[in-house]
Antibody, heavy 121, light 107 residues
């Protein structure tokens, strides 16, 4: 059974940092691109970042570029999101998502349950 | 960035109805278009990728069509379990933008 389990969310003050983790199991982790997608309370889905299977290629949304860093440890089947200089507008549920990049098509076929990040003083 | 616009924003239909949701891209995305739905409190679920390819395990009442800038998701016969918010997403170029969502309710 495929599982993506996020952890590391919580309440943090503006300007603070958090590191999210996503533990993957049930599929060949290193064969998948991985993404972070977030959803502010009551709002729609917003793509945040992606990383290729080997960890050598990363891309970010402009809203987080320079503040967030995506990385992965394929030996531990774990995806990370280091979030620095957090702002109130970063408050959201953060989903870890797995993308097979099948025949060049990017789509998410496995999603985690999400972890809530709240940025407030 | 490529903007994705869905219509309608909300939709009320009866069980058994044929339901259509449209998604328009601000520039051509060829067929790099995905459809998801999301039930309250749950993670999204993939329905269709590459504009018209049904994800394994998704009921055949769901179908997708379109290419270029205009796309359609159709539910041929609405079932109670289809109540959700539906999102399109382009995967032609990063950032992989989503539409704003279409909330589907039962009449």
């Amino acid at each position: 059974e495929v599982q993506l389990v996020e952890s590391g969310g919580g309440l943090v003050q503006p300007g603070g940092s958090l590191r999210l983790s996503c533990a993957a199991s049930g599929f060949t982790f290193s064969n998948y691109w991985m993404h972070w997608v977030r959803q502010a309370p009551g709002k729609g889905l917003v793509w945040v970042s992606r990383i290729n299977g080997g960890g050598s290629s990363t891309t970010y949304a402009d809203s987080v570029k320079g503040r967030f860093t995506i990385s992965r440890d394929n030996a531990r089947n774990t995806l990370y999101l280091q979030m620095n200089s957090l702002r109130a507008e970063d408050t959201a549920v953060y989903y870890c998502a797995a993308d097979p990049d099948y025949r060049g098509y990017s789509y998410v076929d496995y999603w985690g349950q999400g972890t809530l990040v709240s940025v407030s003083s | 960035d490529i903007q994705m616009t869905q219509s309608p924003s909300s939709l009320s239909a009866s069980v058994g109805d044929r339901v259509t949701i449209t998604c328009r891209a601000s520039q051509s995305i060829r067929n790099y278009l995905n459809w998801y739905h999301q039930k309250p409190g749950k993670a999204p679920k993939l329905l269709i990728y590459a504009a018209s390819t049904l994800q394994s395990g998704v009921p055949s009442r769901f179908s997708g069509s379109g290419s270029g800038t205009d796309f359609t998701l159709t539910i041929s016969s609405l079932q109670p379990e289809d109540i959700a918010t539906y999102y399109c997403q382009q995967s032609y170029s990063t950032p992989y933008t989503f539409g704003q969502g279409t909330k589907l309710q039962i009449k």
